[in-house]
C-alpha cells in the first residue's frame, strides 16, 4: 500500500501530538517546591542553628543556596541562639520570627532540652513548649518544618540519645497529627553515623555540633522536606561545591595539663573533596595529613631547634596566644601547599 502524501496540517498535528507525548511520557516532573521564589523562610534553633547561619557553610545558608539553585530565591530570617531549649525559644518567638511575617519557619529544638540534664527542660513541658510554638505559628499563618533533634555524640548507645528518643518521637507524632513536613535529621544521621568505619567524630565537631558533612546532612533533610527531588538536591548540592570557605578544616597537637594548640581554615567544599582525594592516595586520611604537620610545626618550636624547653614552657612565659597565631599562619600555608599540588 502506497502511504498517502501527508498535507502540511497533518504533518504539524501529528508532530505535535508526538511531541505531547513525549514530553508527557519520558521527560521527569519537577517536584512542586513548598517555599516560593520571594517568600521568608524563618529558622528557629539553639547554637547549631546559630551556627548555621554564621557559618558561611552552615545547615541555613545550604539551605538559601539550594532553594536558589532551584530558582527559589527566599529571605533568610535567622533565630538560632546559642544553649536555648524549647521554653526559651517559645518565650523569644513572636519577637524573633512572628513579627518578621515570614511564610516559613523551620524548627530544630530538643538537643539542649536533654543535654543540660538538670537544667533541660522535662519530657512533658517539652510537649507543651512545642505544641505552643506550632500553634502560635498557624494562627500567624506560618508553615512549620519540624526538625527532629540531632545526635548527642556520634555513639547512638550513649544516655543522652536513649532520652532524646522519646522527644523526637513526640516529634514525628506532632508533625503527623498537625500533617506538617518533617525532616527527619536524627533518623539521617543514624542512618550515615552506622556506617562509620573508624571511631571518632565524623559529622560533628563536638558529637553535638556540625562540621561540614553535618551541616549538608541537615540542609538536604531540610530541602527535601520542603519538597525537593532527587534532581533538584542534586542541582543543589552541585551549588554548595563552590561555596566559599563553606568547608572547615581542623588541626589539634596536646599539649598537656588540659592545655592544646589548635588551628582551623576554611575552604569550599569542592577544594574540601579534592584534599581527601589527594590524601586517600597516600593512604592516610586529611585529618592525619594536618595534623602530622601541625605536630611538626609545635615540635619545631621545642628544643634543641627550637627557643621552649617545652610546651608547658610555651605557656608558662606567656607566649601562647603568639605562638597560637603564628602557628594559624603555618597551617593555613600548609593547606594552601596541598590545594596547590
Same mark, same amino acid.
Given at each position: 500500500?502506497?502511504?498517502?502524501?501527508?498535507?502540511?496540517?497533518?504533518?504539524?498535528?501529528?508532530?505535535?501530538?508526538?511531541?505531547?507525548?513525549?514530553?508527557?511520557?519520558?521527560?521527569?516532573?519537577?517536584?512542586?517546591?513548598?517555599?516560593? @521564589?520571594?517568600?521568608?523562610?524563618?529558622?528557629?534553633?539553639?547554637?547549631?542553628?546559630?551556627?548555621?547561619?554564621?557559618?558561611?557553610?552552615?545547615?541555613?545558608?545550604?539551605?538559601?543556596?539550594?532553594?536558589?539553585?532551584?530558582?527559589?530565591?527566599?529571605?533568610?530570617?535567622?533565630?538560632?541562639?546559642?544553649?536555648?531549649?524549647?521554653?526559651?525559644?517559645?518565650?523569644?518567638?513572636?519577637?524573633?520570627?512572628?513579627?518578621?511575617?515570614?511564610?516559613?519557619?523551620?524548627?530544630?529544638?530538643?538537643?539542649?532540652?536533654?543535654?543540660?540534664?538538670?537544667?533541660?527542660?522535662?519530657?512533658?513541658?517539652?510537649?507543651?513548649?512545642?505544641?505552643?510554638?506550632?500553634?502560635?505559628?498557624? !494562627?500567624?499563618?506560618?508553615?512549620?518544618?519540624?526538625? +527532629?533533634? +540531632?545526635?548527642?555524640?556520634?555513639?547512638?548507645?550513649?544516655?543522652?540519645?536513649?532520652?532524646?528518643?522519646?522527644?523526637?518521637?513526640?516529634?514525628?507524632?506532632l508533625a503527623k497529627e498537625k500533617k506538617l513536613p518533617l525532616a527527619d535529621l536524627y533518623a539521617m544521621f543514624e542512618e550515615v553515623i552506622k556506617?562509620?568505619?573508624?571511631?571518632?567524630?565524623?559529622?560533628?565537631?563536638?558529637?553535638?555540633?556540625?562540621?561540614?558533612?553535618? @551541616?549538608?546532612?541537615?540542609?538536604?533533610?531540610?530541602?527535601?522536606?520542603?519538597?525537593?527531588?532527587?534532581?533538584?538536591?542534586?542541582?543543589?548540592?552541585?551549588?554548595?561545591?563552590?561555596?566559599?570557605?563553606?568547608?572547615?578544616?581542623?588541626?589539634?597537637?596536646?599539649?598537656?595539663?588540659?592545655?592544646?594548640?589548635?588551628?582551623?581554615?576554611?575552604?569550599?567544599?569542592?577544594?574540601?573533596?579534592?584534599?581527601?582525594?589527594?590524601?586517600?592516595? +597516600?593512604?592516610?586520611?586529611?585529618?592525619?595529613?594536618?595534623?602530622?604537620?601541625?605536630?611538626?610545626?609545635?615540635?619545631?618550636?621545642?628544643?634543641? !631547634?627550637?627557643?621552649?624547653?617545652?610546651?608547658?614552657?610555651?605557656?608558662?612565659?606567656?607566649k601562647d596566644r603568639e605562638v597560637q597565631a603564628a602557628l594559624e599562619k603555618k597551617f593555613a600555608a600548609h593547606v594552601e601547599a596541598l590545594l596547590k599540588k
Amino acid at each position: 500500500m502506497v502511504p498517502k502524501l501527508l498535507t502540511r496540517r497533518t504533518a504539524v498535528s501529528l508532530f505535535t501530538g508526538a511531541a505531547f507525548a513525549l514530553a508527557t511520557t519520558t521527560l521527569p516532573a519537577t517536584a512542586d517546591i513548598a517555599i516560593k @521564589d520571594g517568600q521568608k523562610l524563618a529558622f528557629m534553633g539553639d547554637s547549631i542553628t546559630q551556627g548555621g547561619w554564621g557559618n558561611p557553610g552552615g545547615y541555613v545558608r545550604l539551605v538559601i543556596a539550594g532553594l536558589e539553585a532551584n530558582g527559589v530565591k527566599t529571605t533568610p530570617i535567622p533565630a538560632g541562639i546559642s544553649g536555648h531549649k524549647s521554653d526559651q525559644m517559645l518565650a523569644r518567638l513572636k519577637k524573633d520570627v512572628l513579627d518578621k511575617k515570614p511564610d516559613f519557619m523551620t524548627l530544630s529544638c530538643g538537643v539542649n532540652d536533654v543535654w543540660h540534664g538538670a537544667r533541660g527542660v522535662l519530657l512533658d513541658q517539652y510537649k507543651v513548649n512545642i505544641t505552643a510554638i506550632v500553634d502560635q505559628c498557624a !494562627a500567624a499563618g506560618v508553615k512549620v518544618v519540624i526538625l +527532629t533533634a +540531632t545526635v548527642i555524640g556520634e555513639e547512638l548507645g550513649n544516655d543522652n540519645n536513649k532520652k532524646l528518643a522519646p522527644y523526637n518521637e513526640f516529634l514525628r507524632s506532632l508533625a503527623k497529627e498537625k500533617k506538617l513536613p518533617l525532616a527527619d535529621l536524627y533518623a539521617m544521621f543514624e542512618e550515615v553515623i552506622k556506617t562509620k568505619t573508624k571511631p571518632g567524630n565524623a559529622y560533628t565537631s563536638d558529637g553535638v555540633h556540625m562540621n561540614s558533612a553535618g @551541616d549538608q546532612i541537615m540542609a538536604r533533610g531540610v530541602l527535601q522536606a520542603l519538597g525537593l527531588d532527587a534532581a533538584q538536591i542534586k542541582k543543589a548540592q552541585d551549588a554548595w561545591l563552590d561555596i566559599p570557605n563553606a568547608a572547615g578544616l581542623r588541626a589539634r597537637f596536646d599539649a598537656g595539663k588540659g592545655k592544646a594548640f589548635q588551628a582551623s581554615a576554611r575552604v569550599s567544599p569542592r577544594q574540601l573533596e579534592k584534599l581527601k582525594a589527594d590524601a586517600a592516595k +597516600t593512604g592516610k586520611s586529611l585529618d592525619e595529613i594536618l595534623n602530622a604537620a601541625y605536630a611538626a610545626d609545635v615540635k619545631a618550636l621545642l628544643k634543641p !631547634a627550637g627557643e621552649y624547653e617545652s610546651t608547658e614552657a610555651i605557656f608558662a612565659a606567656k607566649k601562647d596566644r603568639e605562638v597560637q597565631a603564628a602557628l594559624e599562619k603555618k597551617f593555613a600555608a600548609h593547606v594552601e601547599a596541598l590545594l596547590k599540588k
